[in-house]
């Protein structure tokens, strides 16, 4: 699935816009923070999958399959599921969790991104990122089921086992899919 950038630039603000809180993120301290697993041996997950791409950032991919079985009321926050898979995100001072600013320390404070059309910049994490390069989070409600923007942010997301949380670091004009 590709989208343009006004589209985009429309779901992220949509995203941020929709019950968005400011402050410091929440951070889920309950018994769900499950275990990451190894998938078992047909390439199935049991609980929830986590793909994240770093795209133009060239960083190799992660893929886990974190263990929700622990997990109060069956759900699970997607910034728990993305910690417990050693997943390090950082949001913004504006939005906290809810908007992510980097994932693994990327793009760096100091890292200069450059996108074909824009002038180069470096990411601040203050509140919104650039339309033109920011991370895209995506959800897969089942297994064989394709991509779908997620319509909330990493601290309020709630994922069941069988689902998928996707990250990709998008630069450009199109919003690529994790993985893609």
Known sequence: MKLTAVPTLTLVGALALSGCTTGAPETDTTPAAASATAAPADGACAGVSVVVDFGALDAPEITDC????????????????LATAGVETEGTVEWGDQVVCRVGGRPAADETIKVAGETPFTETCASMPAAAAYWALWVKPTADA?????????????????????????TGTETPTPGS
């Not at 974190?66 to 759900?75: F, N, P, R």
């Open 146 to 170: 394709e991509w779908e923007y997620a319509q909330e942010g990493l601290g309020s997301l709630e994922l069941e086992p069988g689902q998928s949380v996707g990250l990709i670091f998008t």
């Open 66 to 81: 974190v263990d929700t079985a622990t997990a109060t009321a069956g759900t699970i926050t997607a910034s728990t599921v």
